[in-house]
C-alpha cells in the first residue's frame, strides 16, 4: 500500500504539507473562513493542503469549556467545507466505534496523542483503509512509538504518520527533542510537526490550557530543516478570542510570510 503521507510531497519536492485550521470546529461560518483562507495560500505556494478541526475536544481541562458541535453536526460541517472548497479533511477519533462513519467524510483519521496507545482505537481506525495520524504522547519517547507503529501495520495499513507534538517537561510545560524528527525518519516514518500543541502550557491557564504562541515561528523552522515530512498549525483570525487553544495558535494574517520562510527553509535542507 502506497503511504499516502509520502505522495503528498513526492512529486512538488522540496516540500511540505499542511495540517491546520482552528483547534475546533466553532461554527460553520469560522471554519469556511479559515479552510478558504489557507486553501488560497496554499495554492499560491504549491504546499499540499489538508484542513483540520476537531468536532469534540474530548480532553478539555475544565468540564465548562467548550468542546465542539459534537460528532454528527461536526462531521457535517466538515463534509460540507470539504465539497464546497474541494479541501481533504482530517480530524480526531475517541471510540473504536466512531472509526466507519468517520471515514465515510474524513480522507484521514486522527488518534489524539492521549490515546495514542489505545489498541482497539488504532485498530479500528486502520481497519478503515484511510491514511492514520498519530499523535505521539507527551509521555512518550519516539522509540516507544514502535509498538504503537506496529499495532497500526498489523492491519495491513500502511499509510501512517506520526505528529510529535512535545513531551512533558512539568509543571504545565512541555519540550521538543528535536533528534526525534530525525528517529522517525530513519523508521521510514512520516513524521509530521506540530508547531502550535508544541508551545502549549498544558493546563497552565488554571481551568484551561495557556501557551505561548511567539515560539511557533522558531520551532517551525526547526522541524522543517530537521527533516519533518508535514507541518501541523492551529490557526485562527484572532487567537485571543478563539473558543479553545488560542494562546498556541497562529494568527491567521501571519500564516502566508510563515509559511514562505518555511519553504526557503526546507529548499535548502
Known amino acids: 500500500m ?47 493542503y489538508i484542513f483540520k478541526a476537531s468536532y469534540d475536544k474530548a480532553n478539555r481541562t475544565s468540564i465548562q469549556s467548550f468542546r465542539g458541535p459534537g460528532f454528527d453536526r461536526g462531521l457535517e460541517i466538515l463534509k460540507q467545507i470539504k465539497t464546497e472548497l474541494d479541501l481533504p479533511v482530517i ?6 466505534d466512531q472509526a466507519k462513519k468517520a471515514a465515510d467524510v474524513l480522507d484521514i483519521i486522527q488518534i489524539p496523542a492521549f490515546l495514542c496507545r489505545q489498541t482497539d482505537l488504532i485498530v479500528a481506525a486502520c481497519e478503515t483503509g484511510k491514511p492514520v495520524n498519530i499523535k505521539k504522547g507527551q509521555f512518550l519517547s ?9 499495532k497500526a501495520h498489523s492491519t495491513g495499513n500502511k499509510s501512517i504518520a506520526i505528529t510529535e507534538r512535545g513531551s512533558s517537561f512539568g509543571y504545565n510545560n512541555l519540550v521538543v527533542d ?12 512520516p513524521v509530521i510537526f506540530d508547531a502550535t500543541h508544541s ?9 484551561s490550557s495557556a501557551g505561548e504562541r511567539q515560539f511557533v515561528p522558531t520551532l517551525s523552522k526547526a522541524a522543517i530543516a530537521a527533516g519533518a515530512t508535514g507541518l501541523f498549525m492551529e490557526t485562527h483570525p484572532d487567537p485571543d478570542k478563539a473558543l479553545c487553544d488560542g494562546p498556541n495558535s497562529m494568527p491567521l494574517e501571519q500564516m502566508e510570510g510563515l509559511l514562505t520562510q518555511l519553504l526557503a527553509i526546507k529548499q535548502v535542507a
Open 91 to 96: 480530524s480526531d477519533i475517541h471510540l473504536p
Open 2 to 48: 502506497t503511504n499516502f503521507f509520502f505522495e503528498l510531497t513526492k512529486t512538488r519536492t522540496p516540500v511540505f504539507f499542511l495540517i491546520a485550521g482552528p483547534c475546533v470546529i466553532e461554527d460553520y461560518d469560522t471554519s469556511f473562513t479559515i479552510a478558504e483562507h489557507l486553501k488560497s495560500v496554499t495554492e499560491k505556494l504549491s504546499i499540499p
Open 199 to 207: 508551545v502549549q502550557l498544558p493546563g497552565g491557564g488554571g481551568g
Open 178 to 189: 528535536f533528534r526525534g524528527i530525525q528517529i522517525f525518519n530513519e523508521m521510514d516514518m
Open 142 to 150: 519516539p522509540f516507544d512509538c514502535k509498538n504503537i507503529i506496529g
